[in-house]
């Protein structure tokens, strides 16, 4: 019932940046909090941060806080994630998904969400 639609990956040097764009169809998305996962192969899908269904509140996982941004424009059914000072560990695919509550905060539990992405390649040269 939830399509979700991720751009704006691609290759960057260490020190750039990237803006992640994920647009949601359906007409769950204003209710919805948003969240941010990224995957290396043989790794464990990792949370980076998620937001709220009003986009008033965010949260970050340790390794990218101060450096990435989460924004959810209701009005355009978009979540970003904007990525600044990448490291080469920032490499991976990065997912978007929508959390399986209602007016909720979100959370960093891969289980809790219920609608993912595609996918989008991110990948930092050193």
């Known amino acids: 019932q939830v399509q979700l639609v991720e751009s704006g990956g691609g290759l960057v040097q260490a020190g750039g940046s990237l803006r992640l764009s994920c647009a949601a169809s359906g007409r769950t998305f204003s209710s919805r909090a948003m969240g941010w996962f990224r995957q290396v192969p043989g790794k464990e899908r990792e949370f980076v941060g998620s937001i709220g269904w009003s986009g008033a509140s965010t949260s970050y996982a340790d390794s990218v806080k101060g450096r990435f941004t989460i924004s959810k424009d209701n009005a355009k059914n978009t979540v970003y994630l904007r990525m600044n000072s990448l490291k080469p560990e920032d490499t991976a695919v990065y997912y978007c998904?929508?959390?399986?509550?209602?007016?909720?905060?979100?959370?960093?539990?891969?289980?809790?969400?219920?609608?993912w992405g595609q996918g989008t390649q991110v990948t930092v040269s050193s």
């Open positions: 998904a929508v959390h399986r509550g209602w007016y909720g905060s979100g959370s960093s539990k891969v289980d809790e969400y219920d609608y």
